[in-house]
T-cell receptor, first 114, second 114 residues
Framework: DGGITQSPKYLFRKEGQNVTLSCEQN?????MYWYRQDPGQGLRLIYY???????QKGDIAEGYSVSREKKESFPLTVTSAQKNPTAFYLC?????????????FGDGTRLSIL | AQTVTQSQPEMSVQEAETVTLSCTYD???????LFWYKQPPSRQMILVIR??????QNATENRFSVNFQKAAKSFSLKISDSQLGDAAMYFC???????????FGTGTRLAVRP
């Protein structure tokens, strides 16, 4: 079955440490997105990528970095510059073109500070 | 910038009854997409219903229907014959064009009383 796989499900970060969240999709979707969800709030866009080797900052990109070397993969690195990284992170993908379908979400990664 | 407002942090409904969740948004665009997503305790984001702004007909999906008032920039969700499995956070979201970023409201937590 096609879908989006996010790993790990739970992640802990020590102070001053960079951590990377994985997002892999086998839907052959062109665009991929990273959203952050804080308690009691909706999702906010961190980064997105419409095609391989290209990505754009979203509304809250500071302290995060991404890469898009393969169509299937869009990893998110939470750097030590992100002072409040504790949140739930959701990856999404979108097919693009004339298909006009909504974004498809993964199951998320919960990141906590040790 | 587009904004989405959900003014009801919590709602409660008796099983088998009908409940309406409110959402308003702000945009200067004439064509766009609106969504309702359900987030159960598992934290998955599940698409409930999607409305294309250029379509005057309100979208329906089984027990879920919307009241889309474009001039008033209002997009409410009606859940008929509420079931215990409907208990979740519900998020209203706006998308300027297909594949663009999603802008979310802060959510409404729906409880269903047996």
């Amino acid at each position: 079955d096609g879908g989006i796989t996010q790993s790990p499900k739970y992640l802990f970060r020590k102070e001053g440490q960079n951590v990377t969240l994985s997002c892999e999709q086998n839907l052959n979707h062109d665009a991929m997105y990273w959203y952050r969800q804080d308690p009691g709030q909706g999702l906010r866009l961190i980064y997105y990528s419409q095609i391989v080797n290209d990505f754009q900052k979203g509304d809250i990109a500071e302290g995060y970095s991404v890469s898009r070397e393969k169509k299937e993969s869009f990893p998110l690195t939470v750097t030590s510059a992100q002072k409040n990284p504790t949140a739930f992170y959701l990856c999404a993908s979108y097919r693009g073109g004339a298909y006009n379908q909504p974004q498809h979400f993964g199951d998320g990664t919960r990141l906590s500070i040790l | 910038a587009q904004t989405v407002t959900q003014s009801q942090p919590e709602m409660s409904v008796q099983e088998a009854e009908t409940v309406t969740l409110s959402c308003t948004y702000d945009t200067s665009e004439s064509d766009y997409y609106l969504f309702w997503y359900k987030q159960p305790p598992s934290r998955q984001m599940i698409l409930v219903i999607r409305q294309e702004a250029y379509k005057q007909q309100n979208a329906t999906e089984n027990r879920f229907s919307v009241n889309f008032q474009k001039a008033a920039k209002s997009f409410s969700l009606k859940i008929s014959d509420s079931q215990l499995g409907d208990a979740a956070m519900y998020f209203c979201a706006y998308e300027r064009s297909s594949g663009d970023k999603l802008t979310f409201g802060t959510g409404t937590r729906l409880a269903v009383r047996p």
